[in-house]
């Protein structure tokens, strides 16, 4: 085998959520083990609402596939086993991987998902026999400490290594080198290749372009033409074209944010503002934790059709309240959403400042001056209408009028946030919460 100048690893949890749940499920003396029926994880078990998050390899043999609703799954295989989403015991497994691999392995590290991660082999590749033997070696450590299989992918550029990892599962080390990329991956479906989205694929297969290969060999000029920037790209990776290094040091806070794939897609205005507010107080927590304020915010959709969108807004004045945060988020919504269902929500924070640095002030932040005193015989004229708060932003004008006699306090709201917190801390996340913000005052 010739020399590389790069050994780049993705290192890939098969069926993250199902096996996860399936091992806790055992531990806790479960005679079944969900990976060897025909399961799935997600929706509500009494419901059977919601949609497919992970499937098993038996599930897959009835055409189960990810993200379609729960239903059409059930009627495709009337016995199949449902489990709900745990997220916290998926951090805590995800977050022992990466400690075992960079502890073990190699620092050199790039997490990019719960479940997946890239790995720089290079510098440590000199210590194996070879590639290959090092990505069986992860696989082997990985399943003898947790009881979880990964596929791992090996290549010279990240776009190959991933996926190579997609190849047969689970429990697979596979190679996809570039004197590989004619041989493995351009027979396959357009359709397999990373960044190619389900529109994007009808869409090439449209203009005549079937397979990997196809796209490989299209002429970059066309595909720009019917794909803009996205175009250059697919023919990118179609080629094994992926400068990207592996990002392995922690970069400074840009930012903070929270995203939440949903159970169920959501298909009115209100429950999308009530995730929102939760998104919005979990980057609140951050945002103080870190003793930040953010002076933008940016809202994310992505749609059942997993289209996405998204749109910031700049804050009058730096903040990090949970309700501050959540009315430029719910504001941002409302201009973004274009009635489609949504199967994720995010909020995000940037522009960030020190908390207790200057920060630049807005007039609305101004406190009131003291009327002044008027002689008895001068009549006062009428005072003019003070310009809308932020907070007044979502209020209808009924509300305004009722609400600018009882709104507490900024300092109020304050001492509320940090009440808030310490229950959080003593009681657990979930032993208070807020109402909707259309139907409390939120700080």
């Known amino acids: 085998m010739p020399a590389r100048e790069r050994i780049i690893f993705h290192i890939d949890v098969n069926s993250a959520y199902l096996s996860w749940t399936a091992l806790e499920q055992l531990k806790n003396g479960s005679s079944t083990d969900l990976r060897t029926v025909p399961s799935i994880i997600g929706g509500d078990e009494k419901s059977r609402h919601g949609v497919v998050l992970a499937k098993s390899i038996p599930a897959k043999k009835y055409g189960i596939q990810t993200g379609e609703p729960v239903a059409a799954a059930l009627r495709k295989c009337p016995g199949l086993v449902m489990a709900s989403p745990d997220h916290k015991i998926y951090r805590e497994y995800s977050r022992a991987m990466i400690k075992l691999l960079t502890e073990e392995f190699s620092p050199e590290l790039e997490q990019v998902s719960i479940d997946e991660c890239y790995m720089d082999f290079t510098s440590r590749a000199r210590f194996y026999a070879s590639p290959e033997e090092a990505a069986g070696r992860i696989r082997d450590r990985i399943f003898a400490r947790f009881g979880f299989t990964v596929n791992v992918g090996i290549s010279t550029v990240k776009v190959l290594a991933k996926m190579a990892s997609d190849f047969e599962k689970p429990g697979k080390v596979h190679t996809l080198y570039p004197e590989e990329i004619e041989a493995k991956m351009w027979p396959l479906p357009v359709s397999e290749l990373f960044m190619v989205g389900g529109r994007s694929s009808s869409k090439l297969k449209s203009l005549g372009v079937l397979t990997i290969g196809d796209l490989a060999r299209s002429d970059p000029a066309f595909l720009n033409a019917h794909f803009k920037s996205h175009g250059t790209l697919m023919w990118e990776y179609a080629n094994g074209i992926d400068p990207s290094p592996v990002v392995t040091k922690r970069q400074e806070a840009k930012g903070v944010g929270n995203s939440t794939t949903l159970s169920e897609d959501v298909t009115e205005a209100g429950r999308a503002h009530e995730i929102l507010l939760e998104l919005s107080e979990s980057v609140s927590r951050r945002l103080k934790k870190a003793g930040q304020l953010a002076g933008t915010v940016t809202v994310e959709i992505k749609y059942y059709d997993f289209t996405k969108s998204s749109h910031q807004t700049q804050a009058l004045s730096p903040v990090n309240s949970a309700g501050d945060i959540c009315r430029l988020a719910c504001s941002l919504f409302d201009e973004l959403w274009d009635g489609r269902p949504v199967r994720l929500l995010g909020v995000r924070s940037s522009k960030l400042t020190a908390e207790g640095g200057p920060v630049q002030l807005s007039i609305f932040d101004l406190p009131e001056p003291p009327p002044a005193e008027t002689p008895a015989s001068v009549e ?14 979502f209020q209808k004008p009924a509300q305004k009028k009722e609400e600018a006699r009882t709104a507490p306090s900024p300092e109020k709201l304050k001492k509320l946030d940090a009440a808030m917190e310490a229950i959080r801390r ?10 909707s913000p259309g139907n409390s005052r939120d700080s």
Not at 381 to 392: G, R, V
């Open 380 to 393: 006062t004229p009428p005072p003019a209408e003070a310009p809308a708060s932020p907070a007044a932003l």
């Open 426 to 435: 003593r009681y657990g996340e979930n032993a208070i919460r807020r109402g």
